[in-house]
């Protein structure tokens, strides 16, 4: 799996910066996950989304500079404007390590056990679920459903078809077959994959 090429595109330039810092603290908040994700489930699709979104935040980074270099008129300027790059910067340095974990997927399953130990071991783990047509949380938003709150799982991305919804909105509605990646404890997974396959009917707010 080769490192795509990423072309710097003009039209960010014409977005605000706080719409840039926005779009990139989005794609950072999920970028890593879905590397682990990748590596975890063996997926190479899920490894070209983070290479996709690894190219995003590349543009956005090229975008915030050419900003900031327009705005700085005086020291002080670029002063005020150093401090916006540095975090443009931070978001960079996540999404390459993003993009360093997926390359893992190029090393035989069998030379990374390491890896498989080291997930085991932690505390919060990603998982996937496919939402049932007969589950409770189909044609609900998540904001109402309250997944989080509920079963203690964050929807780090949603697969639906052949679209990607990452880092999800509260007021995004799920859809029957979606596929669910999700980051949590065991505990709370068991209770969200119940709900999902319809094993179990979604608690309903008692107010």
């Known amino acids: ?35 682990y994700a990748a590596i975890i489930f063996d997926s190479r699709e899920i490894a070209e989304e983070v290479e996709d979104l690894e190219c995003q935040i590349n543009t956005l980074n090229y975008g915030i500079r ?3 270099m327009m705005a700085a008129r005086t020291m002080d300027d670029a002063i005020k404007l150093s401090g916006l790059l540095q975090v443009a910067s931070a978001a960079g340095v996540m999404s390459n390590a ?10 035989d399953v069998g030379e990374r056990p390491f890896f498989s130990t080291m997930l085991r071991e932690a505390e919060e783990k990603i998982r996937m679920t496919h939402l049932s047509e007969r589950s409770d949380m189909v044609n609900r938003v998540i904001g109402d459903l309250g997944v989080e709150s509920e079963t ?24 029957a077959k979606d596929l ?27 107010d």
């Open 66 to 68: 050419i900003k900031a």
């Open 98 to 107: 993003a993009g360093d974990i997926v390359k893992l997927l190029n090393v």
């Open 1 to 35: 799996m080769s490192r795509r090429k990423c072309f710097q595109r003009i039209d960010n330039v014409e977005k605000s910066v706080r719409e840039l810092l926005t779009e990139m603290k989005d794609i950072s908040e999920v970028i890593v996950d879905l590397a």
């Open 152 to 175: 203690g799982m964050r929807i780090i991305a949603i697969k639906r078809m052949k679209r990607w919804i990452y880092d999800p909105d509260r007021d995004v509605k799920l859809k």
């Open 180 to 206: 669910l990646i999700v980051r949590g404890t065991e505990d709370g997974y068991e209770r969200l994959r119940s709900y999902a396959a319809a094993e179990h009917p979604w608690p309903e707010d008692d």
